[in-house]
């Protein structure tokens, strides 16, 4: 955001590029790469699915980071400004403007259901440390997270210490908050997942995994793996979230884009594999092998709670999750300040405390609708009975963000001339090549994305 220096003129205040990756990629990581990816893999159970995945990340999820990144390097000097897609120097009609509000709208709404997912976590964390999580039948695993999720009380408790958490860290400035307690925790973030990865491996070994029918045979292609390894990558790189807008415009105009952005795939690419040698083993010895919350908080302690120091593994599990919600909620807790602040003319430090106090009613609607406010419905033929929560995840996730992406690729790609790109970006083959995949292929993958999740799937699995 901006500052006030001593002549009363509007100063910027520069992210660190070391920060500016590992809020980044604090970003870029999330539950799905812990509790989606494996699940898909071992579906699939074909080599092409990780080639078609990182192919999506390449041409899908990277020129996608590059737009957002671009329109914050181009945009005004205020953060409002690159929520709105305004960017100097060009032409462009003025109802993209709106598009920010699309932006801020989604954020609020994945900040209101991810701080109780966060209490969740904490929930099960101590639970976990303290031995009560071990003997579980899947009864009675399946009748814990119900009672949790039924019982508003507990989970306000949980939901108003992490809101305070996040608003605290959001009331300072953004290196020596959101940046530097960012780094920390993705710091912890892999070494976590590493040690799980170990422990996963000298438990199971690679027995489940290879026992699966890997086939390099065409047969084992399908639309249907292609759009799971697209879609996956789309989500993967946490694009199309506003978050690279706020974090761009911090970086000081000098930042190399190119390999701040390798860095950051790089990282995510990293995380990916280490979850997914410390999950699949563990997802494939059960006898249910369905992904999710449901995986996470009835199949895991079931799996892991008789194991040597199972209580240690499950503690280290579920802050592995704690850590990851939180790792975007504290970039999207800054996105919502910064702009609180441009708008309202005050300081961060007495702004902060009302934007939580927002993100922490919008929870409270998502915690009673596991109780007082739940409703049933369906959507994409899945039945649908958390009321608010699902609403709030499907709108954000399944229908904002690919519109949004949708939106940044056509804007980038088309509103801003390949001269301009080059500038922010910086010349070579590399850039010349984003500049023509955000114009056409990137559109149109979203879009097939979209029209997947917001219609059903349009192939059957195979």
């Given amino acids: 955001m901006a500052d006030t220096d001593a002549s009363g003129e509007t100063a910027r205040i520069w992210l660190r590029p070391g920060f500016?990756?590992?809020?980044?990629?604090?970003?870029?990581?999330?539950?799905?790469?812990?509790?989606?990816?494996?699940?898909?893999?071992?579906?699939?159970?074909?080599?092409?699915?990780?080639?078609?995945?990182?192919?999506?990340?390449?041409?899908?999820?990277?020129?996608?980071?590059?737009?957002?990144?671009?329109?914050?390097?181009?945009?005004?000097?205020?953060?409002?400004?690159?929520?709105?897609?305004?960017?100097?120097?060009?032409?462009?009609?003025?109802?993209?403007?709106?598009?920010?509000?699309?932006?801020?709208?989604?954020?609020?709404?994945?900040?209101s259901y991810t701080t109780v997912v966060a209490g969740w976590m904490l929930a099960y964390t101590v639970r976990s440390l303290i031995g009560g999580l071990e003997e579980l039948s899947a009864g009675a695993a399946r009748l814990m997270f119900q009672s949790l999720i039924t019982d508003p009380e507990r989970l306000l408790g949980w939901h108003t210490l992490f809101v305070l958490g996040l608003g605290w860290v959001a009331a300072r400035d953004v290196n020596a908050g959101t940046g530097r307690v960012s780094r920390w925790l993705v710091i912890t973030v892999f070494v976590i997942a590493a040690a799980l990865a170990a422990l996963s491996l000298l438990r199971y070994g690679f027995a489940p995994v290879l026992g699966l029918e890997w086939s390099w045979h065409w047969s084992t292609?399908?639309?249907?793996?292609?759009?799971?390894?697209?879609?996956?990558?789309?989500?993967?790189?946490?694009?199309?979230?506003?978050?690279?807008?706020?974090?761009?415009?911090?970086?000081?105009?000098?930042?190399?884009?190119?390999?701040?952005?390798?860095?950051?795939?790089?990282?995510?690419?990293?995380?990916?594999?280490?979850?997914?040698?410390?999950?699949?083993?563990?997802?494939?010895?059960?006898?249910?092998?369905?992904?999710?919350?449901?995986?996470?908080?009835?199949?895991?302690?079931?799996?892991?709670?008789?194991?040597?120091?199972?209580?240690?593994?499950?503690?280290?599990?579920?802050?592995?999750?704690?850590?990851?919600?939180?790792?975007?909620?504290?970039?999207?807790?800054?996105?919502?300040?910064?702009?609180a602040s441009e708008k309202s003319g005050r300081n961060r430090a007495s702004v902060a405390p009302l934007v939580a106090g927002a993100v922490w009613f919008g929870g409270v609607l998502s915690l009673l609708s596991f109780g007082a406010l739940a409703f049933e419905f369906e959507f994409v033929g899945e039945e649908k009975s958390f009321g608010l929560f699902d609403v709030m995840d499907i709108l954000s996730s399944q229908i904002l963000l690919p519109i949004i992406g949708l939106l940044m690729a056509i804007f980038v790609g088309w509103n801003i001339d390949r001269k301009t790109f080059m500038e922010a970006v910086g010349e070579g083959r590399a850039a010349h090549w984003l500049h023509q995949l955000k114009r056409y292929l990137v559109p149109a993958a979203v879009g097939v994305i979209f029209i997947v999740l917001v219609f059903g799937r349009l192939l059957p699995r195979v």
């Fill in 221 to 339: 292609l399908s639309g249907a793996m292609v759009l799971d390894a697209v879609t996956q990558a789309f989500f993967t790189l946490g694009v199309c979230m506003g978050a690279m807008l706020i974090l761009g415009h911090y970086l000081p105009d000098g930042a190399r884009t190119g390999p701040l952005v390798a860095r950051v795939v790089g990282l995510d690419i990293l995380f990916v594999c280490l979850a997914g040698l410390g999950v699949m083993p563990l997802l494939l010895s059960g006898e249910e092998r369905g992904g999710g919350i449901s995986f996470a908080m009835e199949t895991v302690p079931l799996a892991l709670a008789e194991t040597p120091f199972g209580s240690v593994y499950l503690g280290a599990f579920y802050v592995l999750l704690f850590l990851l919600v939180t790792t975007t909620a504290l970039v999207l807790m800054e996105l919502l300040v910064s702009w």
């Fill in 20 to 111: 500016f990756v590992f809020a980044a990629t604090g970003v870029c990581l999330g539950l799905s790469d812990v509790w989606r990816f494996p699940q898909i893999m071992a579906e699939h159970a074909s080599p092409w699915f990780p080639l078609f995945y990182l192919a999506g990340l390449l041409l899908v999820g990277v020129p996608l980071l590059v737009a957002e990144l671009t329109l914050a390097r181009l945009g005004h000097s205020r953060p409002a400004g690159n929520y709105g897609f305004l960017v100097q120097g060009t032409v462009s009609s003025p109802l993209w403007q709106y598009a920010g509000i699309i932006v801020l709208i989604a954020v609020f709404m994945i900040l």
